[in-house]
């Protein structure tokens, strides 16, 4: 209990040389690995953005960890979670295994139920992302997709075709029956 509010001035001098190196070390290995790893994507990202923040707590905290340590992770963890990107980008299966697939729930003002559900999405929940976004009824929208980082995104219009924004969503229309939700209030 002695060292509750202060240990020594070691002890900060430590905090205050350790964190603004490790600091510096993790923007400058941000900046040359790119955008995407701290991008928010998919679950995939965000846990490599959960996980730098708790290494570089660790290095600042803990004094078990010495600064060296902490580069490693680092690096070690931007170097893996750029070569899954890099085969998720080449590989469609890679892909599939790390980021999951937009998903569509409302289609021509349509809630698509079996959809919702398995998604884990309630129609109170669309409503307030139409709110937000200044839509006062479902029948106004074409098309509310749950994106891969948990947004909804909605359109108010949804063409077909190879340009289509719904292109890679699943069960875009084409794809929709009366079995996965299509038609159903």
Known sequence: MEHFFFSSWTSVGRTVVI????????ILLLRVSGKRTLSKMNAFDFVVTVAMGSI??????????????????????????????????????VSQLVKAEPALLVYQGHYLHQVM?????TEGEILAGLRARGIASLEEVAAVILET?????????????????????A???????????AGNR
């Open 19 to 26: 964190g603004t190196l490790a600091y510096a070390s993790l």
């Open 56 to 93: 570089l707590a660790s290095v600042l905290l803990n004094k078990s960890v010495p600064l060296l340590d902490g580069l490693v992770a680092f690096i070690l963890l931007i170097s893996l979670q750029f070569v899954i990107t890099w085969l998720a980008v080449r590989y469609k299966w």
């Open 117 to 121: 559900k398995a998604e884990r999405m």
């Open 149 to 169: 980082d948990g947004t909804l995104n909605v359109l108010k219009s949804a063409p077909q075709g190879p340009g289509s924004a719904l292109q890679h969503v």
């Open 171 to 181: 069960n875009m229309p084409g794809q929709l029956t009366p079995e996965n939700g």
